[in-house]
């Protein structure tokens, strides 16, 4: 085996280790796959496709406290009662 070939079954190896979570008491597991794949003789595991990234919506903002609506001025009541006439003064 060439140093290029060994080098490049290590660098498949190690990657395989890495993306199984690098578990211990392993690695001639991952280097007989490793062989395996760089002699063409079997295809990598397709990965499943990842969900479509799913857009999250901004959080809310609260709500600023409602201000308190201002009073109408008041409105000048109009009286209906008449007024005293003056009186006279003689």
Not at 25 to 44: H, V
Not at 49 to 60: E, F, I, L, S, T
């Amino acid at each position: 085996m060439s140093l290029e070939q060994e080098a490049k079954i290590r660098t498949i190896a190690q990657r395989l280790w890495e993306e199984d979570g690098r578990p211990d008491g392993r690695d001639l597991e991952y280097w007989l796959r490793a062989e395996k794949l760089a002699a063409g003789k079997t295809k990598p595991a397709a990965k499943p496709k990842a969900a479509p990234a799913v857009k999250k919506a901004a959080p809310a903002k609260p709500k600023a406290a409602a201000k308190p609506k201002a009073a109408a001025p008041a409105k000048p009541q109009a009286t209906t009662a008449k007024k005293p006439a003056a009186k006279k003064t003689v």
